[in-house]
């Protein structure tokens, strides 16, 4: 329900947006539309004055010049390849340690150390 609501929304945003674009609806930017309304939210959350709606989303337009190449990531971080952890490594306290724990359990209210 929740994403029919986002995606109902969204075509509302697109549709409001195209009839104030008129001819010009095919290059609507719907990222630079959901910007224009959070930022409008932001406006009406922090009771600030809010800024023309429909100025910005007459300028919310794709950009019309051809990439020259693709808009990926050249340095994207891959995804790790580390091994589980295997079972742990118990090894025998030192002599410092066993009558740090000794003396623990016969004075509890002692610190530790």
């Known amino acids: 329900m929740e994403l029919a609501g986002n995606i109902l929304?969204?075509?509302f945003l697109l549709l409001h947006a195209?009839?104030?674009?008129?001819?010009?609806?095919v290059r609507v930017s719907v990222?630079?539309?959901l910007r224009v309304l959070?930022?409008?939210?932001e406006h009406v959350r922090y009771r600030c004055r809010l800024p023309r709606i429909a100025a910005r989303l007459r300028t919310a337009l794709r950009d019309d010049y051809v990439r020259s190449s693709s808009k990926r990531a050249r340095d994207w971080l891959?995804?790790?390849?580390?091994?589980?952890?295997?079972?742990p490594?118990?090894?025998r306290?030192?002599?410092r340690e066993i009558?740090?724990?000794?003396s623990f359990f016969l004075h509890p209210e002692g610190t530790l150390g």
């Open 89 to 91: 490594h118990f090894r």
């Open 99 to 102: 009558t740090v724990i000794q």
């Open 31 to 33: 990222v630079a539309l």
């Open 9 to 11: 929304a969204l075509a």
């Open 38 to 41: 959070r930022q409008a939210l």
């Open 18 to 25: 195209a009839l104030l674009l008129g001819a010009r609806q």
């Open 78 to 87: 891959h995804k790790k390849t580390e091994h589980p952890p295997g079972p």
């Open 93 to 95: 306290p030192n002599r």
